[in-house]
């Protein structure tokens, strides 16, 4: 088995000389899976792994690491003291050391496939601070007030942004505001994630809130103010590109607002479900609404708070305690729904796993809700990475996930492709992973408890 490559319109995986095909892509039919290709799955990942794509190991990292972040230029194990130590990708060698003790020794913090120390309120200034880390040497680059909320796109050809926000009137030691006092103004702030460089910055006043966005690269963000006036701006210069009156946001506040795509969508609970409305980014308007309701009696938990909807490759997804119900963005009409959770999703296909069976990892086609791929005994592996502009196969937000199956001390691990929904067998590591991530050919996982390990990829 070769390396996972850009198969195309071909949607599969090569093994040997033979292209196995997937079911067509959308408007090509919906064909039942074919069952030569069933069998073949269930062959390929009974055998093990064969000649040629063992994984080598490099090497043990650290010992005794609580927690492991991995980005573009290094590997960092976090150490219980605390303290962060920086490993090269290629070789495994210490890069350098830092203590994180003290009152102003801060928080790893990874965002935009980088490293940064966050620092909170009275330690380092009397607000939140951000300061980023030479992935060469350990000190700091350049440090900026404010705490980072979001990860968004930066201008054509630029870096990712940063959207932070500050309190101007944070004392030290901070102070609890008497009940009914006016909420203080906020400073929102773009910054180019790589230099640091303030892109654009204005105040927000008290009793306004941001509607920042959950998924990294975001062109756009949202201030919704007292009264239901809401603005959309642009991530990358901060300006006001469309602007309305919403009136779901102009009375009570609703549950949640949030950025979803290319929709803004509000969510307020009602007696008999919690209604769902979105509006265009473009232009502000009313696109649709539906009343959502969970398929049983759903926990406190969501009545209280309703349902989270995100955006899920393509589509707009409503995971909830019991299913996965899948919306088209377009008419926010249902298109399917099932008894999964949610692992992964790209433009291609969705990873998730069974609902009543946690080690069965489904591969899901996002138009039809069907199989592509049923993993019986395999888990997904979460990622010590967040990767935004990185083009090499890895974890970025359109790339690809890692599954596991834990056979005695080990596991054996593959990958699978968000886009094509091609499934490439990698090897078998010693000791099971719990979190890893993927880069130049390089597997970094935390292993065995506490410790980071290194292997090479084939390929």
């Not at 039809?368 to 196969?393: E, K, M, N, Q």
């Amino acid at each position: 088995m070769g390396e996972l490559i850009d198969l195309g319109e071909s949607h599969g995986f090569v093994d040997g000389e033979e292209t196995l095909q997937w079911p067509p892509p959308r408007g090509a039919g919906r064909r039942q899976w074919p069952v030569v290709l069933m069998l073949t799955l269930v062959v390929l990942f009974a055998t093990g792994s064969r000649p040629g794509t063992a994984v080598e190991e490099a090497g043990t990292l650290a010992e005794h690491a609580s927690d492991l972040v991995a980005d573009r230029s290094a590997v960092y194990a976090v150490r219980d003291e605390p303290g962060l130590t920086a490993y090269d990708w290629s070789t495994g060698k210490v890069r350098w050391d830092r203590s994180l003790a003290g009152p102003g020794g801060g928080q790893a913090y990874l965002a935009a496939d980088r490293a940064y120390v966050r620092h909170r309120p009275c330690t380092a200034t009397a607000g939140w601070s951000l300061e980023r880390i030479d992935p060469a040497t350990g000190r700091a680059q350049w440090s900026r007030g404010g705490a980072p909320i979001a990860v968004v796109a930066g201008p054509d050809g630029g870096a990712p942004g940063l959207l932070t926000i500050d309190d101007r009137a944070a004392v030290c030691p901070p102070v609890v505001p008497p009940r009914g006092a006016a909420p203080n103004p906020v400073r929102l702030a773009g910054l180019d994630a790589e230099s640091g460089v303030v892109r654009w910055a204005f105040d927000v006043p008290g009793g306004a809130r941001v509607v920042a966005p959950d998924v990294p690269g975001s062109a756009w963000f949202a201030v919704w103010y007292s009264g239901g006036r809401t603005e959309i701006r642009s991530a990358a210069t901060g300006g006001v590109s469309a602007a309305a009156d919403v009136p779901e946001l102009a009375d009570t506040p609703p549950t949640s607002v949030r950025i979803v795509g290319g929709l803004l969508v509000i969510v307020a609970v009602r007696a008999d479900g919690a209604l769902i409305t979105a509006y265009g980014s473009d232009t502000l308007r009313y696109r649709w609404h539906m009343l959502f309701s969970s398929a049983e009696q759903a926990p406190i938990a969501e009545i209280a708070y309703g349902p989270v909807v995100v955006m899920c490759g393509p589509m707009v997804c409503v995971p909830n305690w019991r299913d996965l119900a899948v919306l088209d963005p377009a008419t926010g009409a249902e298109a399917w729904r099932r008894p999964v959770q949610l692992d992964a999703a790209g433009p291609g296909v969705l990873v998730a796993r069974d609902r009543d069976d946690f080690t069965r990892v489904r591969v899901v086609d996002w138009y039809t809700g069907a199989d592509r791929a049923d993993l019986a005994g395999w888990a997904v592996v979460p990622t010590a990475s967040a990767g935004t502009d990185d083009d090499d196969i890895g974890f970025a937000p359109a790339g690809s996930v890692l599954v596991q199956r834990p056979e005695g001390d080990g596991s054996r691990l593959a990958r699978i492709d968000l886009r094509t929904g091609a499934i490439t067998p990698l090897g078998n590591v010693s000791p099971i992973p719990s979190r890893c991530s993927v880069r130049h050919r390089r597997l970094a996982c935390l292993a065995g408890g506490d410790s980071v390990r290194l292997w090479r990829l084939p390929g």
